[in-house]
Each structure stands twice: as C-alpha cells, then as structure tokens.
C-alpha cells in the first residue's frame, strides 16, 4: 500500500515541494547515475534514477570548454516512483486547476514549478538555493520531446538568473554578428540556419540559444550542440541523410546532428545580434523583405517560446520586449536557392538592415 502520496492544494503545495527538494538532497546516491555539465554561465550537475536519461542530457547540450570564472549552480535530480519507490508523491485536489494556481501557490514561498496532469510530472525549483527536483510515476514517464533538451525549464530558470534565458530562434552570424531567426515552426528557420552554414555562416543554434543584453548590445550564445532536420530538407541541401552524421528520425520526424561534426567553423562561443528575421518559405526565386515592426518580432519569438518554456512568462515578456525594442525587424520571404538566401543573410548581417 502507497502511504507516501499526499493530497495538496494552493495551500500546502510549497509545503510538499520543500519535502521533495529536501528528499532529493539526502536520496541515496548509489542509486542515481549523477552528470555534470560546465554551459554558458551555468555549473549544471544532475542526479537520475534512469541511466537511460542521464545519457540524454550529456547527448544534447553545448559545454563551455573555456569556462574559468565561478558559474552559478544548478542541481536538479530526477525521480521515479518505479526506481525510487519511497520518494515523495502528491495529487492536486484542489478545486481550480491549471498551471496558474500551482505556480502561484509555489511563488508564495519563493519557489517555481510547474505540474503536467497529463502525464502527472512535477517540477519544483528553489531559485535561492538553485536546487531542483522533477517526480515521475515511471521512466518511461516524460514526452518525447524531452530527449531534445532534457530538463530544459529548470536550465530556463536557472539562466534567467544570471539573465541568459532561453529564447526560440535560429541564427546565422559572419564576423562575430548574426541576425536572429523567429516564426512558428515550418517557417523556414532550420533550412535557413542549415542552408546557412552549408555556405560559410556560424551558428549559435537553430531551436533555442540564450540571449543577453549587456552594454547596449545583444549577446546570444549556444545552449545546445544538435541541431535537426527532416530528411527532404536535408536532401534540399545536397546532404545524404544515410550518413551516420544524422541520427534519429525524432518525436517529429526529423534527424538530429551535432552541426560541429558538419561544419567544425561553424560554432562559435557568442556572437552579437544585429536584427531580427521573420522568414517565411515562399516558393520564390528570389529573397525579399520588408520592415518589421517591434510587435511582430516580439509575438514571433513570443509565440513558441511560451508554447515550451513555462513558469517565468512575465519576466520572458519583459525580456522579449527589451530585446525587440533594441534590434530592427524585417519579415522575410526566403528564396528557393539556399546559396541566394544565405548571400542576402550575410549582406543583411553586414549593413544591418536588408
């Protein structure tokens, strides 16, 4: 009989998270499969019942190598209720329900979280202490988009920390400046990062990449090392997608690959964003563009960012809005030749503006 399930509601919620977090500190560690990742301003070590998950994570992100300055921590452990039996498990009874309430009764004692019913996931976070711990009923529990980025809200959080959080866009630079790619997915945002690459561009990532603003200018860095594309797109390219580069096919259909075993002068640890694109696949010879404005970026980003990246949307808008306000926008009709759009990409990224 399971005695270790409690019933909680906006009221006793914090309760319960501080009982986890405080159960992931002491479980015992000859049971979890532990890795630790130097990123982009973040000393990330995570603890795992299922090995298999620990792999995903190690699989995916970009490590900063050149890392010597002390980062901001960030621990989270992952628990299941099949490995790890005795860890803490609750059910939401109260009466309104939603993502709201929790991250509202959560925010009452200086916490963030977030709870999937569906799948009965809980997330709790402590941003003082940067502890974190995720409870599932089985391993075979999480989406299958989590072996993309695993873990990747509590990396969200964590990052808004030191104000690197995550956005959703592709990027293309030369000489140290890009442009930043947003719109929905089928947009044209990874074929235009690829195609781009392909033809002499650098990448910090084309799905999410951590932004800054510093000193009157906007920083974008890799979060990830995989990037991903569907077969025909790869085939579009002139890329065989036989070759053992291309792994998958994933949750969408699409191969995955780490773009340095493609293009190694392609990566590149930051790089300063100049604009802001909103491409869309047109069917046209040529590229063209147009203005813009700060709005339309801000819903481009917006839009898909929020869709994946719960729990801080406030402080997402905030951020979105200061970044767009910062850099032009142009709403682009991308080509059908992938070397033309990436030549009109580099003299946009030359002049700053189309």
Not at 15 to 21: G, M, P, Y
Not at 230 to 236: N, S, V
Request: proline share 7%; hydrophobic share 45%.
């Amino acid at each position: 009989m399971l005695t270790n399930i409690r019933k909680v509601d906006r009221a006793d919620l914090g309760r319960f998270a501080r009982d986890a977090l405080a159960f992931a500190k002491t479980c015992d560690d000859g049971r979890l499969t532990h890795r630790r990742l130097r990123l982009h301003g973040l000393d990330f070590e995570a603890a795992f019942a299922d090995p298999a998950y620990a792999d995903a994570l190690t699989r995916v992100y970009a490590v900063d190598d050149m890392a010597s300055t002390p980062q901001r921590g960030l621990r989270v452990t992952v628990l299941d209720a099949t490995l790890v039996p005795d860890m803490p498990r609750c059910v939401w009874s109260d009466s309104v329900v939603g993502g709201g309430p929790v991250r509202d009764a959560l925010q009452v004692d200086g916490l963030m979280g977030v709870h999937d019913p569906d799948r009965d996931v809980w997330l709790f976070y402590d941003p003082e202490t940067g502890e974190g711990v995720q409870l599932m009923p089985t391993p075979q529990t999480p989406p299958p988009w989590e072996a993309s980025m695993p873990l990747r809200l509590f990396v969200h959080w964590a990052m808004h920390g030191i104000s690197r959080p995550l956005i959703h866009a592709g990027t293309l630079g030369l000489g140290g400046d890009c442009v930043l790619l947003a719109g929905p997915g089928g947009a044209g945002k990874s074929g235009t990062t690829l195609g781009g690459i392909l033809h002499g561009h650098a990448s910090v990532g084309d799905d999410y990449v951590l932004a800054e603003l510093a000193d009157g200018e906007a920083i974008t860095r890799p979060i990830l090392k995989i990037m991903k594309q569907d077969a025909t797109g790869l085939r579009r390219l002139g890329l065989a997608p036989e070759a053992p580069i291309f792994q998958g096919p994933n949750w969408q259909g699409k191969l995955e690959f780490e773009f340095a075993r493609l293009c190694p002068s392609a990566t590149v640890p930051a790089m300063r964003a100049k604009a802001i694109l909103l491409p869309h696949v047109s069917g046209e010879t040529r590229t063209k563009a147009g203005p813009a404005s700060s709005k339309e970026a801000v819903l481009a980003l917006a839009a898909s960012s929020f869709a994946q990246l719960f729990g801080t949307w406030r402080a997402d808008l905030v951020f979105l809005a200061n970044l767009c306000r910062q850099l032009p926008a142009w709403r682009v009709d991308l080509g059908t030749d992938p070397a033309e759009v990436s030549g009109f990409i580099g003299g946009v990224i030359a002049k700053g503006h189309p």
